[in-house]
């Protein structure tokens, strides 16, 4: 009975630490982190987007954290700056990524602005990037013999265009495309002001790509 009390006691004290490590510490340090001048909060319409983005599994092959340039190459990829802590304030849940299969894409909407290539990159991946492992996302499109009001029409290219029919985006591949051109983090920051000190608050001194799936 004695050895279960010390293992139970043991237990316990380690998840105490590891609670304090992981989660009541970083909370204590980031609590004073501010957004950027440069960060505005998401639309309505990129809320969606991002909702879609989290259902489709995107964050699975993508991830949205540039590293420092002594860390990785990532800036040379054309991926921007590296990432500071502000730069999240107004994403809940974060979506850092732990994989990339596909390119980081905390930039991809200063990299890659244009609507159409987004829509038609959802819609057939390989219509733009021949060696891309993406899924394409047919379901959120509708093919149709001819456009009515209000609809917005996919440009594929000639080669992947349906014979005699066209591609209308529907709401959700509208929305994600909304939430990925949005992803703009191309503001200046100061990474030495992006982290308080515990101990007094004060700051511690490309080419298109592929798209998210």
């Not at 009541?24 to 982190?33: A, C, D, E, K, R």
């Not at 066209?166 to 990474?191: E, F, M, N, W």
């Amino acid at each position: 009975m004695e050895n279960e009390y010390k293992l139970l006691s043991g237990a316990m004290v380690t998840l105490a630490l590891a609670t304090a490590t992981l989660v009541i510490l970083p909370y204590v340090q980031l609590s004073h982190v501010k957004p950027p001048e440069g960060l505005q909060p998401y639309t309505d319409q990129e809320l969606r987007g991002r909702d879609v983005y989290i259902a489709m599994g995107c964050v699975y092959c993508h991830s949205q954290q540039p590293r420092s340039q002594a860390q990785a190459p990532d800036f040379q990829r054309g991926w921007g700056r590296a990432a500071v802590a502000g730069d999240y304030y107004y994403d809940h849940p974060h979506l850092l990524g732990t994989m990339r299969t596909g390119p980081d894409l905390f930039n991809i909407g200063a990299r890659q602005p244009s609507i159409d290539w987004h829509l038609g990159h959802l819609y057939d991946p390989r219509a733009y990037v021949p060696a891309s492992t993406m899924p394409a996302f047919p379901f959120m499109f509708r093919v149709k013999d001819a456009a009515e009001a209000g609809d917005v029409i996919v440009q594929l290219p000639a080669s992947h265009q349906p014979p005699g029919k066209v591609v209308v985006a529907g709401p959700d591949a509208l929305d994600l495309v909304q939430y990925l051109i949005g992803l703009d983090h191309t503001y200046p920051v100061d990474p030495h002001a992006a982290l308080p000190t515990l101990a007094t608050n004060e700051p511690q001194a490309g080419t298109p790509d592929e798209a998210a799936q």
